[in-house]
């Protein structure tokens, strides 16, 4: 038997369900506004900040394997690259409070790709100081953070 989409009747047509899904992301992504992606591409950096910092804290330790912990930085690596995008993509009235979150994120994302380095390279000494520079960029950040939301006189 054949998987079939549901369809919704709506005006007298019929529209299958991943269709008005697709229709409903795209209207839900269309009304936020370019302030509240920054916040959410900022929030989700520093999440992935955080993540990153657990995994190299647990590799340190001998509690995360190496395949986790290298999948686990490539993962985070192209979410940082994107937030950083989606942050110097949207349109905001403080470019310079946004560039200045742009370049935290960008921060982090080098400091992940230096403790991804470290790791392949086995480096114990550079994975630390790439955590040491992910800390670093993780203040940056909250204080670009605070910056950009702080009430505007």
């Not at 110097?88 to 994120?105: D, G, K």
Request: aromatic content about 6%; glycine content about 6%.
């Amino acid at each position: 038997m054949a998987h079939q989409t549901p369809a919704l009747t709506f005006s007298g047509r019929h529209l299958r369900l991943d269709y008005l899904c697709a229709l409903l992301l795209l209207g839900v992504s269309a009304g936020c506004s370019s302030s509240d992606r920054i916040e959410q591409q900022s929030q989700t950096a520093a999440s992935a900040a955080q993540t990153v910092s657990m995994v190299l804290d647990a590799w340190t330790s001998g509690a995360a394997p190496f395949a986790y912990t290298a999948g686990t930085l490539q993962s985070v690596g192209k979410t940082l690259a994107d937030a950083e995008a989606q942050i110097r993509s949207a349109e905001t009235a403080e470019p310079a409070e946004q560039a200045a979150l742009a370049t935290a994120v960008k921060d982090l994302s080098v400091a992940v790709a230096h403790a991804g380095a470290g790791l392949q390279a086995g480096n114990r000494a550079g994975v630390q100081k790439a955590k040491q520079d992910l800390q670093l960029a993780s203040r940056s950040l909250a204080a670009a953070y605070a910056k950009y939301f702080a009430p505007k006189p």
